[in-house]
């Protein structure tokens, strides 16, 4: 998919045109102030590019579940002054997102200046992806920017419907994820190394299925790996464990194998007898050498030393999923210790390294290397749909 999206740059002269430009905002709040700006900082250089272009720029976003009706705990007023904080810019709060006040607001814009639409999901039509509702929106716009790419796996009118009533255009934030994606997936440069960890192998069946056909290495850490080291006749003690899904890893590791695709399992664990920070119980082991009482925390050192060879040997890798359960010490040993070596190939420049999932960028932060990754999404919902080599539909709108 390289490059089948029109980007900003496509999009002539936009001075004095209404950009309706779909972006997510949805950040968390407490106590009425936003507490994490990522989101708002990730979109503000298509915004900024576009006011400063001259176009009369309209923000769309949903912003929580208000399941169609309007809620004004939802509101995106609530994070209008957050918004404009990070912008440096005034930004106006228009309370619909189609209609006449629509229209009487931007007929007194001036070229450059920015409207923050209500939230998109008061309306029915949006969820629905209706084509009215979505129509009743392009009729205020002459462009239409998608900088959502973590709202793109959900067909909805703002993402999916209004892409194909306007010249549409993928905006920075998407273009450079859409570029990284693609450098990881799409068209990767060989040899590629997958990891996947996390807690469950349920959770990451697709994803699974659909990178040994495309990885040489799959290498599988965290709680999964527990499932498919019990499929392969290993007794993992009282470790999270789906026994239920053996089947389905012998499936996934027989698939590998057709495709010669290497499936990289732990042969040293950390193990410990209860869960909690440095329990006294505390081992390491062979992974044939778990008591029935203990159960795996986290992949051992040898195996992250040799995980760690085969990165050396890669071009590419792609990361979803911490290797242990990383938020109690001294689980997150294997985590930062393989995350480290992935960072310091990458600033090498030896290695393109892209990793995402909610907990997986937390895993990269602890570890302080996520900026050493040559891309870290946060779309979470999206990235993993993206990893199960899913089209998404807000992005499929912006092909041409
Ligand atoms: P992501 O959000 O990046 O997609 P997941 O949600 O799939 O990642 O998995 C993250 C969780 O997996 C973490 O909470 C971590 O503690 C847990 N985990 C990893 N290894 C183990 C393990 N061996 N036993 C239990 N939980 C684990
Ligand atoms: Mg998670």
């Known amino acids: 998919m390289s490059r089948q999206f029109a980007t900003l740059d496509d999009a002539g002269d936009v001075h004095g045109k209404v950009a309706l430009v779909r972006v997510d905002l ?9 507490t994490d700006l990522t989101r708002a900082r990730a979109v503000a250089p298509t915004i900024l590019e576009l006011a400063d272009a001259g176009a009369k720029v309209l923000l769309l976003a949903h912003f929580g579940r208000p399941k169609g009706e309007r809620n004004s705990t ?5 994070i209008q002054g957050a918004v404009a904080d990070v912008l440096g810019r005034e930004v106006m709060f228009i309370p619909e997102v189609a209609g006449p006040v629509v229209e009487q607001t931007i007929g007194i814009f001036r070229p450059g200046d920015i409207g923050l639409l209500e939230n998109t999901r008061f309306w029915q039509g949006e969820e629905a992806n209706d084509a009215d509702f979505a129509r009743a929106i392009a009729a205020n716009g002459d462009l239409y920017v998608n900088d959502a790419f973590s709202a793109a796996h959900r067909a909805h009118a703002s993402t999916e419907a209004l892409a194909h009533m306007l010249p549409a255009y993928a905006g920075r934030a998407m273009q450079a994820e859409l570029d990284a994606l693609d450098k990881a997936l799409g068209q990767p440069e060989p040899p590629v190394a997958a990891v996947v960890g996390g807690a469950k192998v349920s959770t990451k069946l697709a994803v699974l299925e659909h990178l040994v056909g495309r990885v040489q290495h799959l290498i599988i850490g965290g709680g999964m790996a527990n499932t498919f080291l019990a ?21 996934i590791m027989a698939a590998a194998d057709r495709a010669g695709c290497t499936v990289h399992l732990p042969y040293d664990v950390v193990v410990a007898t209860e869960f909690a920070a440095n329990p006294p119980s505390l081992r390491t082991c062979n992974v044939h050498e778990v008591a029935a009482d ?10 992250v030393e040799a995980l760690a060879d085969v990165l050396k040997t890669c071009r590419t890798l792609v990361w979803n ?6 938020e109690t010490q001294p689980f997150d040993t294997a985590t930062v210790t393989l995350a480290r070596t992935a960072a310091a190939l990458s600033a090498e420049g030896s290695l393109v390294s892209v990793a995402g999932g909610g907990d997986t960028v937390a895993a990269l932060n602890h ?17 993993l749909e993206w990893m199960e080599g899913r089209e998404l539909p807000g992005v499929a709108a912006l092909a041409r």
């Not at 939802?74 to 609530?78: E, F, Y």
């Not at 499929?231 to 899904?245: F, M, P, T």
């Open 26 to 34: 949805n950040m968390p709040m407490h106590d009425a102030v936003v």
């Open 74 to 78: 939802m509101s995106t007023s609530l």
């Open 231 to 251: 499929a392969r006749g290993v007794n993992v003690g009282k470790s999270l464990c789906e026994h239920d899904l053996t089947g389905q890893a012998d499936a």
């Open 294 to 303: 203990e159960m795996i925390l986290d992949i051992g050192p040898r195996a």
């Open 321 to 326: 999923g911490p290797l242990g359960a990383f």
């Open 367 to 383: 570890a302080g290397v996520a900026g050493d990754f040559s891309y870290v999404s946060t779309a979470g919902g999206a990235f």
